[in-house]
Every structure is written in C-alpha cells, then in structure tokens.
C-alpha cells in the first residue's frame, strides 16, 4: 500500500514503498549540497548517464548548487531519505515551464538500494506534487535502455515514444489532469 503522512504546505513527509520500506521525503535546502554530492558518488556509472543522459564520472559542485538552490516555484526537488542514519536515497527534480502547463521530472535512486519500490513511489510523490500545482503534463527524457525505468513510468500511466531526433532517447508523457 502505497501511505503519505505529509506535513502541511511543503509536501515534506513519510512515504511508503510498495515493499513496505517507509523512508522520509522533503523538498532539497541549499544546506544539502554535501549529501547531495555523497549520493551522487554512490550512484554506478550506469545510473549517472541514465540520470544525466550524458556519461559523467561526478557530479561537480556548481551542478549540485543549482540542484539545491531551486526557486520551490516552477522548479522543485524532492530528496528521499532511509533509514535510522537518514540515508540519502533518491532525489526527484522537477522543472516547469513558464505557464506551468508541462513540467520535466529527473529521478535517480542509489544503485544499492534499488528494486525496493522506493524510486516508483517517490515518482508518485511527484505526480502527486505536480498534479496539486495544476501542471497539465508530467514529461521525462530516458536513454532508450533504460528499461526499468521505462516500465516504472508504463505502470504509473505514462506513453512511451522515440525521441525525433536522437534514436538513443525515448520522451515519455503523462496527462494529469
């Protein structure tokens, strides 16, 4: 079952997986570029292209500022945390566009702890998020071998299609509303 206990406002909270893993979910602060850095450390080489789309070794600190400095208006992230040491976990960024019509959504989860439903209800915390905003579409950008996450985005209603320009990349689309 897939609970929310969500604070008031922020859509900060604790969430369930559908494996019964409850890990907190909060929206990123600036003070969080030091465990934003750690998580992405932890992710394969793998899991950054699939994150990045490009291939990267690390992610580098003016990055992860502008990834923590985010206006919590048309741009957003939401970080997962596991665990009695509060392990980061997963980060969720989403980005509208100016009439807030479409929004992007990006989503990495840690290579170690992956397959624990923990990246599939962060994205309906997303979904969710957007949806309360009144964004019409929730879209991604995925490499085209990124297969379980092409799935995940299946199951929760999402279209799959090539990307017109680059074979290597598949756009993939939600209605919300």
């Known amino acids: 079952m897939a609970e929310t206990i969500l604070r ?10 559908k494996s019964g893993i409850r890990f907190f979910v909060r929206p990123v602060e600036p003070g969080d570029v030091t465990a934003l850095a750690e998580f992405y450390r932890r992710l394969s080489l793998e899991d950054l292209r699939y994150r990045f789309l490009t291939a990267v070794r690390e992610v580098g600190e003016a990055r ?11 741009t957003e992230n939401f970080l997962a945390f596991w665990g009695e040491a509060d392990m980061l976990v997963g980060s969720a960024m989403l980005v509208a ?3 807030r ?12 702890v992956k ?12 979904a969710d998020y957007a949806e309360a905003r009144r964004i019409r ?12 996450l092409i799935e995940l985005e299946r199951r929760l209603g999402f279209t799959c ?14 209605r919300l509303r």
């Open 8 to 17: 008031s406002g922020d859509w900060s909270g604790s969430l369930v997986a």
């Open 64 to 74: 992860l500022i502008e990834m923590t400095a985010v206006d919590h208006d048309r």
């Open 97 to 99: 566009d100016e009439a």
């Open 101 to 112: 019509e479409r929004a992007e959504v990006a989503i990495a989860i840690r290579s170690d």
């Open 115 to 126: 397959r624990r439903g923990i990246g599939a209800r962060l994205l309906m915390h997303v």
């Open 137 to 148: 579409i929730l879209e991604s950008i995925s490499s085209a071998d990124n297969w379980a």
């Open 161 to 174: 299609r090539p990307l017109a320009d680059d074979a290597s990349l598949v756009h993939l689309q939600r």
